[in-house]
T-cell receptor, first 110, second 115 residues
């Protein structure tokens, strides 16, 4: 079945770049997503990438997709304290919805 | 802006009680979803609905039922609450469309504690 894997924690220093990695198993995925969840809040779509793209950049965010290895990454440049959150990778495979990873807690050290 | 609202942010219920969690979306979305979120387990899909009165089981439907009588409202029902249903419950909605990014819009969540 579909599976999305990501590490549970990432700790970076303020001002450095954060790279959150994700692997997925469904090769028919059409879209891949990064959601952000701030403390006490629901999930908010951060960015997405269509499966025929390799890279997408949006201000401080860069998404890289390696379709051959089924690997997705989210790079946050110049990480700030406001970036502290849980980041979920998700894929859209079949028609029934999204499959989410377990989420990566991004911890910012001063 | 799309808005998904959930009836309560925090709820405390006793074991054996019947619990209703309500979700309302204001963007005329066809699809609605109920997830539960637990530490270390991420989001797990309980049920989803792709139309009024239609429902499909997700990954963990046991102990839950749902109701969708109107397009904008999707209810999650715990027939007899148990302590292992203590969790954060998230509702989401999404439109249907070919080639669309298929974004799911989430509510703020209901933190349910069953004692």
């Amino acid at each position: 079945g579909e599976d999305v894997e990501q590490s549970l924690f990432l700790s970076v220093r303020e001002g450095d770049s954060s790279v959150i990695n994700c692997t997925y198993t469904d090769s028919s995925s059409t879209y891949l997503y990064w959601y952000k969840q701030e403390p006490g809040a629901g999930l908010q779509l951060l960015t997405y990438i269509f499966s025929n793209m390799d890279m997408k950049q949006d201000q401080r965010l860069t998404v890289l997709l390696n379709k051959k290895d089924k690997h997705l990454s989210l790079r946050i440049a110049d990480t700030q304290t406001g970036d502290s959150a849980i980041y979920f990778c998700a894929e859209r495979g079949g028609a029934d919805g999204l499959t989410f990873g377990k989420g990566t807690h991004l911890i910012i050290q001063p | 802006d799309v808005k998904v609202t959930q009836s309560s942010r925090y709820l405390v219920k006793r074991t054996g009680e019947k619990v209703f969690l309500e979700c309302v979306q204001d963007m005329d979305h066809e699809n609605m979803f109920w997830y539960r979120q637990d530490p270390g387990l991420g989001l797990r899909l309980i049920y989803f609905s792709y139309d009024v009165k239609m429902k499909e089981k997700g990954d963990i439907p046991e102990g839950y039922s749902v109701s969708r009588e109107k397009k904008e409202r999707f209810s999650l029902i715990l027939e007899s609450a148990s302590t292992n249903q203590t969790s954060m419950y998230l509702c989401a909605s999404s439109p249907v469309g070919q080639g669309a990014p298929y974004e799911q819009y989430f509510g703020p969540g209901t933190r349910l504690t069953v004692t």
